[in-house]
């Protein structure tokens, strides 16, 4: 019989373990992002474009796709 906290021990042990599994498996964790740079997420557009101007870029002159690839580009040179 286990006590409490071996089975929550136990409980997180093989869910870091199944978590560490399926980052492997999905290989980058999103477009143009290093794997060690954990907080970066899913910018919503207007979070987009206020760290755009944050960062120094002008998001009135650049077209969505190239402003997400700009700004993820600055945050992933942040995270190093």
């Keep these: 019989m286990l006590s409490r906290k071996q089975f929550l021990n ?13 980052g ?10 290093r794997s060690d740079c954990h907080a970066l997420t899913e910018l919503s557009p207007s979070l987009l474009k206020i760290e755009a101007e944050r960062l ?4 009135a002159h650049v077209e969505e796709a190239e402003l997400r690839s700009k700004v993820y580009a ?6 190093r």
């Design 24 to 33: 492997e498996a999905s290989g980058e964790s999103g477009p143009g992002l």
């Design 74 to 79: 600055a945050l992933s040179e942040q995270c």
């Design 10 to 22: 136990e409980i997180m042990i093989r869910g870091f373990r199944a978590l560490a599994s399926f």
């Design 56 to 59: 120094g870029i002008d998001p």
